[in-house]
Nanobody, 121 residues
C-alpha cells in the first residue's frame, strides 16, 4: 500500500484544515488507518484512527471533539477534519495503514510521507 498525505498548510488559531490520505496498491479497504503527528523535538504521537469498516474510531484526548476521522473506501481515501486548531497542533502529520486499529505506531505497516500543519497564534 502506498500512502500520500496532503492538505496541510498554514492556518490561524481557531481555523480549520482537512487532511487527506490517498492510498494505492493493495486493497485499501482491508486496512485500518491512523493519523499521527510529530512536532520538532517530540516523539511521534497518535492523533486518530479508523478501522477498515469505518465503524470504530479512536481519538487522542487532546483532539477529541475537535478532529474527525472518516474514510471513503470507494475513493481509497481517509480524511482528518481538524477544527479549532491551536498552536499545539503544529506538527508534521502522517497517515499509516495496518491490519489492526491501534494507537501504537509500530503496529502500522505502511506510512505516508507526511504533511506539515502550522498554526499561527
Amino acid at each position: 500500500v502506498q500512502l500520500q498525505a496532503s492538505g496541510g498548510g498554514l492556518v490561524q488559531a481557531g481555523g480549520s484544515l482537512k487532511l487527506s490520505c490517498a492510498a494505492s496498491g493493495r486493497t485499501f479497504s482491508n486496512y485500518a488507518v491512523g493519523w499521527f503527528r510529530q512536532a520538532p523535538g517530540k516523539e511521534r504521537e497518535f492523533v486518530a484512527g479508523i478501522d477498515w469498516t469505518g465503524s470504530s474510531r479512536y481519538y487522542a484526548d487532546s483532539v477529541k471533539d475537535r478532529f474527525t476521522i472518516s474514510r471513503n473506501n470507494a475513493k481509497n481515501t481517509v480524511y482528518l477534519q481538524m477544527n479549532s486548531l491551536n498552536a499545539e497542533d503544529t506538527a508534521v502529520y502522517y497517515c499509516a495503514a495496518g491490519l489492526v486499529l491501534t494507537r501504537t505506531p509500530s503496529a502500522y505497516d505502511y506510512w505516508g510521507q507526511g504533511t506539515q500543519v502550522t498554526v499561527s497564534s
